[in-house]
């Protein structure tokens, strides 16, 4: 049976959210992002923000992955791990190409991947997984020398797996348009296809 979006919906994330910080809280900031991840998670119809103007709202797209904007500890990160443990506890099936998987992912740091293919690893596998997490997209070191030649890893990513039926989860402390000027249009116009948020307020480290 799928599970629906209710009243409870939130104060279970909560108690998820709780588990990681003490007393995670829902305020103006966050709770219109939760309310629409975790419909997005449940398949049902919801609201992101409009990239080219983020005032604005539009209906979400179910077959696209999402992209957080936001500046340092407003609790980006964090978002997706509580999301990520909330959709163990409500198992679903999404189709993805010819294949029905279940939305759980892995979380990678954007420096974490640069590192890995600085030491030699094949980054392959990356993008073909059906979802995944990259965190804080655009504050890695690039580009990186191989073989003689510079390559931005995460820029190719972002390109290859934006080309690909996946889902890819992005927090980043860049809107689109300052990922426009890192990484380029091409990759600028594949994450704007993204259901796009943007996550502000205080910074909650320091609470």
Same mark, same amino acid.
């Given at each position: 049976m799928t599970d629906k979006y209710t009243a409870n919906s939130l104060s279970e994330f909560?108690?998820?959210?709780?588990?990681?910080?003490?007393?995670?809280?829902?305020?103006?900031?966050?709770r219109f992002i939760v309310e629409n991840l975790i419909k997005w998670?449940?398949?049902?119809?919801?609201?992101?923000l409009d990239p080219d103007n983020p005032k604005k709202k539009?209906?979400?797209?179910?077959?696209?992955?999402?992209y957080i904007a936001g500046p340092c500890g407003t609790g980006k990160s964090l978002l997706l791990k509580i999301l990520k443990e909330f959709s163990k506890r409500h198992p679903q099936k999404w189709k993805i190409g010819e294949k029905e998987v279940r939305p759980y992912w892995q979380t990678f740091h954007a420096a974490e991947l640069v590192n890995k293919f600085r030491n030699g690893a094949d980054l392959g596998y990356i993008n073909t997984m059906p979802i995944i997490g990259i965190d804080d997209v655009g +504050?890695?070191?690039?580009?990186?020398?191989?073989?003689?030649?510079?390559? &931005?890893?995460i820029k190719e990513i972002l390109e290859i797996r934006?080309?690909? &039926?996946?889902?890819?989860?992005?927090t980043s402390n860049c809107d689109l348009d300052e990922i426009d000027e890192i990484y380029g249009d091409?990759? +600028?116009s594949r994450?704007?296809?993204l259901n796009y948020y943007e996550l502000n307020g205080d910074d909650k480290r320091c609470q």
């Open positions: 909560k108690t998820v959210g709780d588990d990681f910080v003490t007393d995670y809280i829902f305020d103006s900031d966050n998670l449940f398949n049902e119809e919801f609201v992101a539009k209906i979400g797209k179910m077959d696209k992955g999402v +504050a890695e070191p690039r580009p990186t020398q191989y073989m003689g030649n510079k390559v &931005d890893v934006g080309d690909k &039926d996946v889902y890819t989860l992005i091409r990759v +600028a994450l704007k296809a």
